[in-house]
């Protein structure tokens, strides 16, 4: 569960009603948080496709962001994306304008009720947010190649993977694991997985490991019982909480928090099934769950844990939406309204079957989140430039028109295509594209007019050159890796 990090209760929150299904979820939901006695002071936005089509491409109305802002909290119904383009991710908006890094998703099994590909499972995926390829910095760099960014920062490594960690601490969950690819990204996913060590040490009751992400996320569909908490980076954490939202069998039932410093966002992760909206039908379980994490989030932990135990008991009464309703083990089969009544009128009761819940409500124990450091600092040395160009030819002679650029100690020493060495002695069977990287190094550091200079050669020479790269040494440490081959 997630915790806030201040001690006082805070009531003021944002509501969007969203679209489908939308607006019956969010009604059952407030209905239940209002009986359960919760302590809010609701302010509605609207969002979503009708904003779309007023032609906000956001999804969202200007006015909107003071709401927001002031009340910090937003408890937000799935919305209709309007099909075409030009429509921007209503969701990536808020997450990066509010500044909200930290995606926590609970995926549980609820087994026997809920059919599970594995019984038991109960972990946390604690994804990171906002870099990564997510960062959207794309660029087609010649007619046939196109990049995308891979940004990450330490400040952003430090600030999710220590959330990780204090949501660990705080919920009474024993173990963090880490999820990378850095044996392939030495320097990206290198940094992420460096930074969760040197966190993790400041942890020593909390045990702790580290996966390939490939084989972790196997092993998290698979053998869900070998984790309690996973932190990953964005696209991993993107993927993987999907798969263990399946395997768990609660795709419908799942709720996420979306966290930043100042302001969060819950919300159920399934979207907003308009062809079942109006029906009444629609199962308000994951909105639910997710406004149980919002009064946790507010420290209204009372509320919370009162309303999950009352919604476990729901479930194992056998009263449950179509979604979930099978013979063998429904005795009730209800509508939205029905389910939400059903929920209100076990509030105070405990499941039996499935374990209750249990909230921290030690007020003095919530997550502490030290900022994270801007700018650290070290000695930075340059020792060479990568130059990437767009080139048509074969590789040695694009070598023999780029060798000639090298100027005193700075010298060629290698062209790759794609990450693979194809000069000197590249190999016939590599693929060549139009788009090479030329790596000159120098033995002793170089500064940045001698960058520009080569710059210039490379222009007088008539070199179609794209971009380049500085290759740096930070205190030493290479900043760069080595290409493909080399
Ligand atoms: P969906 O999650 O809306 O629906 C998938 C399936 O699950 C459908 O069969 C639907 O009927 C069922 N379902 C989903 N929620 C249910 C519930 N609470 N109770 C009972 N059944 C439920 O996914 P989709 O059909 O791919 O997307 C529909 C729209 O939702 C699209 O416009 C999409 O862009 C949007 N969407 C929004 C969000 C969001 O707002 N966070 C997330 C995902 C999708």
């Not at 909230?359 to 502490?368: E, F, I, L, Q, Y």
Request: net charge negative; aromatic share 6%.
């Amino acid at each position: 569960m997630v915790q806030n990090t201040t001690m006082q209760v805070q009531s003021a929150i944002t509501v969007a009603h969203g679209d489908g299904i939308g607006p019956e979820i969010m009604a059952a939901t407030l209905r239940v948080l209002r009986e359960a006695g919760a302590n809010l002071e609701i302010h509605t936005i609207q969002v979503g496709e009708s904003v779309y089509k007023s032609g906000h491409t956001s999804g969202i109305p200007p006015e909107a962001w003071e709401t927001l802002r002031a009340t910090k909290v937003f408890l937000k119904a799935p919305i209709t994306t309007p099909q075409g383009g030009g429509y921007k991710s209503l969701n990536v908006t808020i997450r990066k304008t509010l500044g909200l890094y930290a995606n926590v998703r609970p995926c549980v099994s609820y087994d026997p009720i809920v059919p599970s590909l594995r019984k038991g499972m109960n972990l946390v995926i604690v994804r990171e947010n906002e870099e990564d390829l997510y960062a959207g910095i794309e660029h087609r760099q010649t007619e046939d190649t196109v990049q995308c960014l891979k940004l990450v920062t330490r400040p952003g490594c430090e600030r999710i993977i220590r959330y990780a960690f204090e949501y660990a601490r705080v919920n009474g969950r024993k173990k963090v694991s880490c999820m990378t690819k850095d044996n392939i990204m030495k320097l990206s996913d290198g940094l992420f997985h460096k930074v969760f060590d040197q966190i993790g040490a400041e942890y020593p009751e909390i045990e702790k490991d580290h996966w390939i992400i490939d084989i972790g996320m196997a092993r998290a569909g698979t053998k869900p019982e070998l984790f309690d908490v996973i932190v990953t980076l964005n696209l991993y954490g993107d993927i993987l909480s999907d798969i263990t939202a399946e395997v768990a069998g609660s795709v419908g039932l799942a709720g996420s928090a979306n966290i930043g410093e100042s302001c969060a966002m819950f919300e159920a992760i399934h979207g907003s099934a308009p062809l079942i909206a109006g029906k009444g039908i629609a199962n308000p379980s994951g909105l639910l769950l997710s406004a149980v994490q919002m009064l946790i989030h507010l420290n209204q932990t009372e509320v919370a844990e009162r309303i999950h135990n009352a919604w476990l008991r729901t479930l194992e009464d056998g009263i449950h939406t179509g979604d979930i309703a099978r013979p063998e083990i429904t005795k009730q089969q209800v509508g939205t309204e029905d389910f939400a009544t059903a929920v209100i009128a076990r509030l105070g009761q405990e499941p039996t079957l499935f374990p209750p819940v249990r909230v921290n409500h030690d007020p003095s124990d919530s997550m502490k989140l030290t900022p994270p450091v801007r700018g650290s600092s070290s000695r930075r040395e340059t020792f060479g430039i990568d130059l990437f160009v767009r080139w048509l030819g074969s590789a040695d002679d694009l070598g023999a028109k780029v060798s000639v650029l090298g100027s005193g100690s700075l010298q060629l020493q290698v062209i790759t295509c794609r990450g693979v060495k194809v000069y000197p002695d590249g190999m016939p069977e590599t693929l060549l594209t139009d788009h090479f990287r030329c790596r000159f190094m120098s033995p002793t550091p170089i500064g940045l007019a001698e960058i520009v200079a080569l710059q210039q050669r490379a222009l007088d020479a008539g070199v179609d050159f794209l971009k380049t790269e500085h290759l740096v040494q930070f205190d030493g440490e290479p900043g760069y890796s080595l290409g493909q081959g080399q």
